[in-house]
């Protein structure tokens, strides 16, 4: 599919990202800026970024029987990426044409008085348990067990739990639900917890996407200019805290070394390789692997059944299909390819073209049913979607990212849940008040 050179395809993105701004002023929607942002910068920025010569593409050197990466390659996989986020966005913008009201914190005493010290007693109670849960982890892998087939997926997972829990105090205290200097103390502490504990190699990914669940509460309240500006700087901030911890992956590394490699993985990209992703899966789809027609979204169904009650489990990723392993087979390897390679692998430009028409329409959807709810509740529904498109638009294992999706947020989900009519009757109210006082 080599329709487009380089100049054209950024031209496009460019104008995508534009034109999601001016839809970010016009409808206070930040979704498709989110997605335009973050495309460009692992497809378009990506492929400039290595044929200027400040980056090199991936190589797994013979593991995998994986071909070198070639720019004519890339830029193959480059013209996908953009068709299937013009498909996204546009079906988004199609589907969604209504405008988001400025949130207003209005502070309800008696909801905020029984849920906030519930949040802080769970986060209080949830810190000891992720360093238990991440010692177990560490101590299983040290024995010789395989992280991918022998250490529960459950354990494993637990940590992120933390970020459901940042976001529900954020969401707590931008509405005024703490209101001693005792509660908000803790509740600080415990925020600084979360970012002890999410700052690192190999957890940064839950760094980013509390970073970005907590722009969207603080912001919720200003108007369209003040959030652009907002999600500038934290986006910048995120970006080089993201490379940060992953130069710390090299514990040689001095403090000034570590620093200055951040900086030249930010600007190569080296961190954001989907496009290097999307190239490798090109190879393994269909030669190696027949097309998925949608059996990796069926998966998401099987995935939270323990591998010990269903031994014979099919395993998820090309990866784990094509048994490429590290560490003596203790460990699978696999770039992400993005979400839209993730469209490729269950069908070519079909699975492009129809998954990226699903996922618009669902999206559209989570955000206009963000607005028929209560205040707290379509802040919270909303700084959960905008921190799940990070790992979602990496793509990759799609049932393991709906399993980060799970394990981060269910304190958020069973909140939504257990007073799903609580937000809906609070809103009716609320909104039949400013209809009689409009009148």
């Given at each position: 599919?080599?329709?487009?050179?380089?100049?054209?395809?950024?031209?496009?993105?460019?104008?995508?990202?534009?034109?999601?701004?001016?839809?970010?002023?016009?409808?206070?929607?930040?979704?498709?800026?989110?997605?335009?942002?973050?495309?460009?910068?692992?497809?378009?920025?990506?492929?400039?970024?290595?044929?200027?010569?400040?980056?090199?593409?991936?190589?797994?050197?013979?593991?995998?029987?994986?071909?070198?990466?070639?720019?004519?390659?890339?830029?193959?996989?480059?013209?996908?990426?953009?068709?299937?986020?013009?498909?996204?966005?546009?079906?988004?913008?199609?589907?969604?044409?209504?405008?988001?009201?400025?949130?207003?914190?209005?502070?309800?005493?008696?909801?905020?008085?029984?849920?906030?010290?519930?949040?802080?007693?769970?986060?209080?109670?949830?810190?000891?348990?992720?360093?238990?849960?991440?010692?177990?982890?560490?101590?299983?892998?040290?024995?010789?067990?395989?992280?991918?087939?022998?250490?529960?997926?459950?354990?494993?997972?637990?940590?992120?739990?933390?970020?459901?829990?940042?976001?529900?105090?954020?969401?707590?205290?931008?509405?005024?639900?703490?209101?001693?200097?005792?509660?908000?103390?803790?509740?600080?502490?415990?925020?600084?917890?979360?970012?002890?504990?999410?700052?690192?190699?190999?957890?940064?990914?839950?760094?980013?996407?509390?970073?970005?669940?907590?722009?969207?509460?603080?912001?919720?309240?200003?108007?369209?200019?003040?959030?652009?500006?907002?999600?500038?700087?934290?986006?910048?901030?995120?970006?080089?805290?993201?490379?940060?911890?992953?130069?710390?992956?090299?514990?040689?590394?001095?403090?000034?070394?570590?620093?200055?490699?951040?900086?030249?993985?930010?600007?190569?990209?080296?961190?954001?390789?989907?496009?290097?992703?999307?190239?490798?899966?090109?190879?393994?789809?269909?030669?190696?692997?027949?097309?998925?027609?949608?059996?990796?979204?069926?998966?998401?169904?099987?995935?939270?059944?323990?591998?010990?009650?269903?031994?014979?489990?099919p395993v998820g990723g090309y990866a784990n299909k094509l048994n490429i392993t590290i560490n003596k087979g203790k460990a699978?390897?696999?770039?992400?390819?993005?979400?839209?390679?993730?469209?490729?692998?269950?069908?070519?430009?079909?699975?492009?073209?129809?998954?990226?028409?699903?996922?618009?329409?669902?999206?559209?959807?989570?955000?206009?049913?963000?607005?028929?709810?209560?205040?707290?509740?379509?802040?919270?529904?909303?700084?959960?979607?905008?921190?799940?498109?990070?790992?979602?638009?990496?793509?990759?294992?799609?049932?393991?990212?709906?399993?980060?999706?799970g394990m981060a947020f269910w304190p958020c989900f069973l909140l939504l849940w257990t007073k799903r009519k609580y937000f809906?009757?609070?809103?009716?109210?609320?909104?039949?008040?400013?209809?009689?006082?409009?009148?």
């Open positions: 599919m080599l329709l487009f050179e380089f100049p054209e395809l950024a031209s496009t993105q460019i104008g995508l990202i534009i034109f999601s701004g001016i839809w970010m002023l016009w409808r206070n929607d930040e979704v498709p800026l989110f997605i335009s942002s973050f495309l460009f910068y692992i497809s378009g920025y990506r492929y400039w970024a290595v044929t200027s010569g400040f980056g090199k593409w991936v190589t797994l050197g013979n593991l995998g029987g994986f071909n070198s990466i070639t720019t004519e390659a890339a830029l193959v996989a480059l013209n996908y990426m953009v068709f299937g986020e013009i498909c996204l966005i546009a079906t988004y913008m199609l589907c969604q044409r209504q405008s988001l009201p400025v949130i207003k914190p209005v502070s309800d005493r008696s909801f905020l008085m029984w849920l906030s010290p519930k949040v802080i007693a769970f986060g209080l109670l949830c810190l000891p348990l992720v360093l238990y849960a991440r010692f177990r982890v560490g101590a299983e892998v040290a024995a010789g067990k395989s992280l991918a087939f022998e250490v529960s997926g459950y354990l494993y997972l637990f940590p992120m739990v933390l970020v459901g829990i940042a976001t529900l105090i954020l969401c707590v205290w931008k509405f005024g639900g703490f209101s001693s200097i005792r509660t908000k103390i803790m509740a600080f502490s415990i925020l600084v917890s979360v970012s002890y504990y999410t700052f690192g190699p190999n957890t940064r990914f839950q760094f980013l996407g509390w970073m970005l669940a907590s722009a969207i509460v603080l912001s919720s309240s200003y108007r369209p200019k003040t959030r652009i500006i907002i999600f500038t700087i934290v986006a910048v901030l995120a970006i080089s805290m993201f490379a940060v911890a992953g130069a710390m992956r090299s514990t040689t590394l001095a403090e000034n070394a570590v620093n200055e490699a951040a900086f030249e993985r930010a600007f190569s990209a080296e961190d954001a390789n989907m496009l290097d992703g999307f190239v490798m899966i090109q190879q393994v789809y269909p030669e190696r692997l027949d097309y998925s027609w949608g059996m990796e979204h069926l998966e998401i169904l099987m995935r939270p059944i323990p591998r010990a009650l269903w031994p014979e489990k699978t390897l696999g770039i992400s390819p993005s979400l839209i390679g993730s469209f490729y692998a269950e069908g070519g430009i079909i699975g492009i073209i129809f998954f990226s028409i699903v996922y618009g329409k669902v999206f559209a959807s989570i955000v206009l049913y963000s607005k028929r709810i209560h205040p707290f509740a379509s802040i919270l529904v909303r700084a959960i979607l905008c921190a799940c498109l990070i790992p979602l638009l990496r793509g990759g294992d799609l049932p393991g990212i709906y399993a980060w999706f809906r009757q609070r809103y009716l109210s609320t909104r039949r008040f400013q209809l009689n006082n409009s009148v």
